[in-house]
Each structure stands twice: as structure tokens, then as C-alpha cells.
């Protein structure tokens, strides 16, 4: 997570000597003559500059361990704006403040100590998706760090004497070069060592709502029920038939009784959609049931891949033997959304049937959708 950036010329665990290494200034003579002057200076920067071996700092039993908290979360949430404005709430509440935020994404700081408590605050607005925690030590970067901050300042002093005592330009332009390559080192290290005491004392905490995982970003994500995978086209992107369609004289397509005020506007052997004057609709589907596998089974795969792709905030869930529920909202444009989706087992197959739409259009038919979606086969 950092990087430090060694002086100039000094290899990796080297610094600058310290005073003790350039004691001989203390003797320069305040007359000498201007050759020995100038060897004498010379000398000592070349001392002041050559690069003595640290050993690596060992932390003392005492010190305190300095470490870096973050969290990245993703959280499916029925309302991104509610939860935005909870998450910003939760920061300030435990001492912490809002430092980015955008469309569905927040980035607070809080104060260390109150990491692991406000991350438990956050992941009770909804279901987690992904989850993430790192925690970097930098108690030896620190200790080390500092060290060689203090060996430079102190470099830095022992140029200061030596420029006030050197007699010829040459001389001084070669130590003021010096000291001002000392002073913006020293000011770098001192700028790294504000930002590290800043992060260990501030935890990040990033949070993102209601954004699809991508597919297939990692083994295991990539399902191999294709199907599973569509659940919830319409309520995301608006995936429906375009074309009305009925099934051949000898087809025949899931048994489907649509309620009152549905019309089925396209069937085929497998698949069944419907819908009202309004903005809900109704989609029945029928699957190979592999391996004949319990409802117990199809359910949890819905639910995954409902959370995981759709974002689906779920509100409701329950089995029974041979039939599956599962319920939830989200928010589209601003605007929230009821889904339901019953899964049945029937013979050797599997039957979704999915319904959803705007909550203000889905409520008034709520009863009549359940009794279709619990009475279809």
C-alpha cells in the first residue's frame, strides 16, 4: 500500500550520517587558511553525505502497533438515496466524515477505534454482496521512517554550521546545494509520515449499492444454469418479447392463468409472458430439473443470482416441499419497483414464474398476482 522513497544517493537502509560521524567540525579553525578551508569543507560534506548502514528498527514490546483499517463493501439496499444519506449519518455519528460520494458509491472516514463497530452498522442497511477487509502494519515503516527523518534533520543541522563557517563561494554554493537536496528530502519524509499517522488514525470505509457483480470476475460467479442467470431481465433492463407470439397448433406452453386484466402476448413450448395496460408484467419458464434437485436447491440459486446480478434488495422468502418464494424491491431510476418470483417443481422440470413493476401499479393487483403465481403449473 506505500511506497517509500529512499534519498538521492543513499542506497535501500542507508541514511545520513549523524553529527558523530563529522565531530571534526567542532575544530575547524575559524582562521585557517583558505586552501585547508576548503579541503577541510569539502571533507565534511563529503561526510555529512556518505551513507552510513541502519539496521533494521525493531519495534520495543512497548510500542504501539500503528496499523491501516479499510473496508470495501458492495450492499444491495431497496433505496440508494436512503442509504447513502444512512451511511453519512453513521461516519458522522461515530466522529467520522463523508469524503467522496457519487451516484450509488460513498467513501467515509472514521476514526480507527470505531472501524469494526460502523462497518457492522453499515452491513445491517441490506444484504452483502461482496465484502472486503485489509488491515496493513506499519509500525516498522513508521519507527524506520522516523529514523532516518531525524538522521537527515540532524545532517541538516551540521550543513547549516558548516555553510556559516566556510569562507570561499565555491565552497559555500557546494554545502547550499547540499542543503537544500537535505531540506526537501526531510520535507518529503515528514509529508510521509503525516499521511501514514493520518490513515492509521482514520479508517477508509468505501461503500457501493446495488451494483451488479461483474460476469464472470472470479471462479464460482459464472453459474452454469443460463437461466438463472436472466432472472429479473425486465425488472433491470426491460428484457421482454418485443413481438406478440402464440405456440403451433401442437405446441403447448406452461400452464399459465394470467389475472384478470393480463393478456399473454407470447408463448412458446418453454416460456409464457404476459401483461396488463400498465407497466407490470408476468413471465412463466419452463427448465430441466438436472439431477432432480429440491426446491431447497433452486431457491438459493434464485436468490444468488437475484442478489449478485439484479441487485434485488429481497423482503421475503419461503419453501415449502415442492415450492419455493421469494420476494423483493428495488430501486429503478429512482422510482421502487415490486419483484416476486415463485419457483415449482412439476414432473422432471422446473417452473419459474416471475412477476413485477412499479410498487404504486403492483400493490392494487398484489392478491390477484400471488393467486396466479402459487395456482400456475
Partial sequence: MFMLVGCAEAPQGGAYASPADVETLKDLPAQAPAAESARGAESAVSSLLTPVQLSSPTAPSTQPRRVIYSAAL???????????????????????????????????????????AVVQQIEKLGEVADRSIKAADIT???????????????????????????????DML????QL?????????????IRYMESHAAMSTIRVQFNAPRARPSQPG???????????????VAGTVEGTPRKTGIFGRGPDFTPPQGFVRYYQSDDYVEAMDAGDL??????HPNYDNADIKFWTRLARRALIESRSLAISGESQAPEVGRIAGTREV????????????????SIVTLEAWGPRDQFEPQQNAIE???????
Fill in 281 to 286: 408484467r408476468i413471465k412463466v419458464q419452463k
Fill in 174 to 177: 557546494k554545502i547550499e546545494e
Fill in 333 to 348: 431510476a429512482g422510482k421502487l419497483y415490486e419483484y416476486r418470483l415463485t419457483i415449482r417443481r412439476v414432473g422432471k
Fill in 180 to 192: 537544500q537536496r537535505v531540506t526537501t528530502e526531510i520535507e518529503s519524509m515528514k509529508g510521509k
Fill in 74 to 116: 458492495r450492499i444491495v439496499v431497496v433505496s440508494m438515496t436512503e442509504s447513502l444519506a444512512s451511511v453519512q449519518r453513521i461516519a458522522e455519528s461515530a466522529g467520522g466524515y463523508m469524503q467522496e460520494i457519487s451516484q450509488e458509491t460513498i467513501t467515509i472516514r472514521v476514526p480507527a477505534e470505531r472501524f469494526t
Fill in 221 to 235: 460467479s459464472n453459474l452454469p444454469f443460463a437461466w438463472s442467470q436472466r432472472l429479473g431481465d425486465g425488472l
Fill in 140 to 170: 516498522e515503516e513508521m519507527i524506520d521512517l522516523k529514523i532516518r527523518l531525524d538522521n537527515a534533520e540532524k545532517a541538516r543541522q551540521r550543513l547549516l554550521e558548516l555553510l556559516a563557517k566556510a569562507q570561499k563561494s565555491e
Fill in 371 to 377: 393467486v396466479a403465481l402459487n395456482g400456475s403449473k
